[in-house]
């Protein structure tokens, strides 16, 4: 039996879900999402973009979908910019049908940029942005860990983890999630926010360094209303073990951060 937050879990490589990794230039957390993948019970691949787009790979052969954190195309234009338009542009057509048959998305910091860029977050409106990820309030990148809440969502398969709390890592320039009113009501309305940056007391805070780029209603990570494509700045996949922790040596820490991998997993075996 799986142990929760990241234990191994014992499975046959036939049932272990099958993850693609996408990566480009400029991705350079991708071993680390390889890692915590694995780590969780599933089976993942580097899968380049341009596999996807010269046809040699397709989505249909996986059942989760990654988008890793780095820096892709050198973050040129905007954050994310240059692969959601890659994506939108040449990919549309193999996003939908993934889509439709259920398929399962994660975007990590840059990946969640991409995301949000492409439309698929917050509301699965492909080609259309509803929201945007603005640069950071304190003006600099932060590079550190905070604390993040996970709450009851969309996203059924963490309705484990709700209630939650964890220390994890975030490393980014712009974090800022913003939208307009009319668009954040839509999103409170309909759960669409999965976990938001606390302070020390578990609440929800505007206030830095707690919440380390000014995301308006401290969002930290959010899910389309299908609850199968998620996205979030900080970086799940560098707490997975405990030695990740900077104060992993006072024995008051936890690696917690496997949650969101362990959840994907699960769900993906049921598919």
């Known amino acids: ?15 272990k879900p099958k993850v693609a990794i996408l ?6 957390c991708d071993e680390e999402l390889y890692y915590a993948f694995e780590k969780n019970g599933g089976d993942p691949e580097y899968v380049h973009v341009n596999e996807l ?20 195309y050198g973050d040129d234009v905007a954050s994310g910019k240059i692969l959601a338009v890659e994506l939108i ?9 993934y889509i439709n048959k259920e398929g399962l998305i994660l975007g990590v910091c840059n990946g969640f940029q991409v995301l949000v860029r492409t439309g698929l977050l917050p509301f699965g409106n492909l080609g259309r942005m509803d929201a945007t990820l603005a ?3 304190s003006g600099h990148f932060e590079c550190r860990f905070v604390k993040i809440k996970i709450e009851k969502s969309q996203a059924k398969l963490l ?3 709700a ?3 964890l220390d994890i890592a975030v490393n980014h320039g712009e974090g800022k999630f913003y939208t307009t009113p009319q668009n954040l009501e839509k999103m409170e309305k309909q759960k669409l926010v999965f976990c938001r940056y606390s302070d020390e007391g578990d609440r ?68």
């Open 1 to 15: 039996m799986a142990k929760a937050y990241g234990g191994d879990i014992s499975l046959s490589p036939m049932l």
């Open 23 to 28: 990566i480009t230039d400029g991705t350079n």
């Open 53 to 72: 787009r010269d046809k040699s790979q397709n989505l249909k052969n996986y059942k989760i979908l990654a988008l890793p954190g780095g820096f892709a």
């Open 89 to 97: 542009s040449f990919l549309k057509d193999q996003l939908t049908d």
């Open 135 to 137: 640069q950071n309030e």
């Open 159 to 161: 309705d484990t983890y």
């Open 163 to 165: 209630g939650q709390t």
């Open 204 to 271: 929800k805070t505007q206030k830095y360094p707690a919440n380390p780029n000014g995301s308006i209603n401290a969002i930290a990570g959010v899910c389309d209303p299908t609850g199968r494509t998620l996205g979030l700045m900080p970086h799940p996949e560098k707490i997975v073990d405990l030695t990740q922790h900077p104060n992993w040596r006072r024995g008051n820490v936890e690696a917690k951060g496997g949650f969101i991998f362990e959840g994907m997993i699960k769900f993906a075996k049921q598919k």
